[in-house]
């Protein structure tokens, strides 16, 4: 008889952070109701004004889902191992620089950065340096000659597609703000993105009426439909009468004349049924959750004024529900005013947040950052890592008979196992063999200090060293520079590329 699980046995949680700084490790209570686990992390944070905030978490099903706050945690997390959450911002403020506390104003910038770099937030081209360089100013302070010398922003991710030509822009930026303090340029940096259509966006894929691809997102203006990275299509959240969804489809009533510069309606009437269409029924209503708890943070005065909501059901299928939880913008508002303590906190350095520096050999910042000129010695030992690495595998490649070898200007191929193994071993044949390959006695010579690895150890080795490789190229993007592969795998066949680097050799696709 297999034994229950008690009831109130505790959940070992752990909270990543927005400063990608080490998660906390908080145990809860199975039965302990989704609020008292983020009054917990909160309350570790320091942090007053949180209403704008929440925790986020992936169930077993690969789908997102906001931690409710009325409901107990061990039921929410069924299945979900380990169970990982994040704290995130929730509710995106429309006007961020009225935010009491600089804590709050500070996990904002933090969230929007990252909304930055995973292509969430769409900031026009023009805005793009001067992001940056407030960046840099926040985590530098003002422009120093003999300190910030050579390329200096290269040490930083900032942009998700960062080039030489941004990074000297960002420069001549830096040197025009010498004055501002971090809590300025935080606003300032607010400010600009508050203004943009994507701020504040998670999208979900979708289909509107005519089978056309679009990206819905629910924010503080309303539910806005996302074409290529632009807004097509607000419907506010004052002309939306009813939000529901019926399986994969979601259903918006609208009323009256909707924001848009190409708008997705046939015909503009007072009273409009919009339909869209989801990849899957849970997505469907992840999103009509979502939508609903933004229309009723932003648009109510009270959360006792927030409607109930209930999704359309059939016989086989039960209906989902919704129900407000937490409070309004206007009352978290009016709480923050009736306390006047600004907590005290210490910034995170950009540094050592794990984002990818494309121009960096692909590695991610951890820990204590080196100077430049440390990079470069990081890079030599990876390059001659690298190069160890790749004669190792040529000469397995060669005992297996899979390596063309590159000998003058003509290719030879060395066909059987049981020929190079022969070749190795010094018999006469073998001499006679090198004699009229000098290619081959090259490599018999150093093939002879590898022989006592079984070939079992250095498949293992291949194919972690394969897979490394792999996950630095994915990590390049457009604008950087490739590092020194010794070879390409693709589509299963392995080709050794001759010399050191890869000068003169076609850049291998980066993967997606």
């Known amino acids: 008889m297999l034994k229950r699980k008690p009831p109130n046995d505790d959940i070992p949680c752990k909270i990543r952070l927005l400063d990608e700084s080490e998660p906390m490790n908080i145990p809860i209570k199975r039965n302990a109701l989704g609020e008292e686990l983020f009054t917990r992390v909160c309350k570790e944070l320091n942090l007053l004004e949180n209403g704008y905030f929440g925790l986020r978490y992936v169930d077993s099903h690969q789908q997102r889902h906001w931690l409710d706050p009325l409901k107990a945690v061990g039921k929410q997390l069924k299945g979900v191992s380990p169970c990982i959450l994040c704290f995130r911002v929730k509710y995106y403020p429309a006007e961020p620089d009225a935010l009491q506390d600089e804590l709050t104003r500070y996990f904002l910038f933090l969230q929007c950065r990252r909304d930055l770099l995973h292509g969430r937030l769409l900031p026009p081209n ?29 040490t930083f991710k900032l942009l998700p597609r960062q080039t030489e030509l941004m990074e000297r822009k960002i420069v001549e930026i830096h040197r025009t703000l010498t004055g501002k303090v971090p809590a300025d340029v935080e606003v300032e940096f607010l400010k600009m993105v508050a203004n943009y259509d994507s701020y504040g966006a ?16 629910a924010t503080h203006r309303g539910v806005g439909a996302f074409v290529l990275g632009r807004r097509k299509e607000l419907f506010d959240w004052a002309g939306v009468e009813k939000l529901t969804f019926d399986s994969r489809t979601l259903v918006i009533q609208v009323t009256g004349q909707q924001d848009g510069t190409q708008s997705l309606l046939r015909h503009k009437k007072k009273k409009t049924v919009v339909e869209f269409k989801f990849t899957s029924r849970e997505a469907t209503r992840e999103f009509w959750l979502c939508a609903l708890e933004q229309q009723g943070f932003f648009r109510y005065p009270q959360s006792t004024e927030v409607p109930k909501a209930k999704s359309s059901h059939s016989l086989f299928r039960r209906a989902s529900k919704f129900r407000f939880s937490g409070r309004t913008e206007r009352e978290v508002v009016a709480l923050n005013v009736a306390h006047d303590k600004n907590p005290s906190f210490m910034r995170t350095s950009l540094r050592t947040m794990p984002a990818v520096n494309p121009r960096l050999g692909g590695r991610a910042a951890s820990g204590a950052v080196p100077r430049c000129s440390e990079f470069e010695e990081l890079r030599r030992k990876e390059e001659e890592k690298l190069k160890h690495d790749k004669q190792r595998h040529e000469t397995h490649l060669m005992m297996k008979g899979e390596l063309e070898i ?28 090198m004699s009229h390959s000098p290619t081959l006695a090259t490599v018999s010579s150093t093939s002879s200090s590898i022989m006592e690895e079984t070939e079992a150890q250095l498949d293992a080795q291949i194919q972690g060293l394969t897979k490394e490789l792999k996950r630095s190229r994915n990590n390049l993007t457009a604008g950087g520079t490739c590092c020194n592969v010794p070879w390409v795998v693709a589509g299963g066949d392995r080709r050794l590329l001759a010399g050191s680097s890869l000068a003169g050799v076609e850049r291998p696709r980066l993967l997606e």
């Open 126 to 154: 023009a805005d793009m340096e001067r992001l940056g360089a407030l960046f840099i100013q926040s985590e530098l302070g003002d422009y120093d000659a003999s300190e910030h010398r050579d390329n200096y922003v290269s």
């Open 202 to 217: 998670d999208p979900y894929p979708a289909r509107d009426i005519e089978g056309n691809t679009v990206n819905l997102a």
């Open 406 to 433: 590159e000998d003058g200007e003509t290719f030879m191929t060395v066909e059987r196992t049981a020929e190079v193994h022969h070749l190795c071993s010094g018999s006469p044949s073998a001499n006679r063999t």
